[in-house]
Nanobody
Framework: QVQLVESGGGLVQTGGSLNLSCVAS????????VSWFRQAPGKEREFVAR????????SYTDSVKGRFTISKDIAKNSVLLQMNSLKPEDTGAYYCAVRTGTGWYDFVQARNYENWGQGTQVTVSS
């Protein structure tokens, strides 16, 4: 099991920036991928970005490309999501998720992640 704690959410105006942090503990040697998802009120949880733990592959959903950057610090068992040029549609609860399984899987599907943080709220005002 991997425990996750997110931080860094808050209220920001359109065009502003926020940095979200996810710190992992427990069986971190099992981590294969760390991803960020978000969920707006009344909507399904959606994939935002991911980074693989060993190969450092990074992927983003189209709506955040060029604005968000995901990075990791293996020594600190942490992942950072830098969010720039924020828009009102970026508003939602942001969750850090870890997959520990290996083999092929669809990394944009929330059901493929075994460990989740409690979430941190991001609100972008217009």
């Amino acid at each position: 099991q991997v425990q996750l704690v997110e931080s860094g959410g808050g209220l920001v105006q359109t065009g502003g920036s926020l940095n979200l942090s996810c710190v992992a503990s427990g069986q971190t040697y099992l981590i294969d991928t760390v991803s960020w998802f978000r969920q707006a009120p009344g909507k399904e949880r959606e994939f935002v970005a991911r980074v693989t733990w060993t190969a450092d592959l990074r992927s983003y959903t189209d709506s955040v490309k060029g604005r968000f950057t995901i990075s990791k610090d293996i020594a600190k068992n942490s992942v950072l999501l830098q969010m720039n040029s924020l828009k009102p549609e970026d508003t939602g609860a942001y969750y850090c998720a870890v997959r520990t399984g290996t083999g092929w899987y669809d990394f944009v599907q929330a059901r493929n992640y075994e460990n989740w943080g409690q979430g941190t709220q991001v609100t972008v005002s217009s």
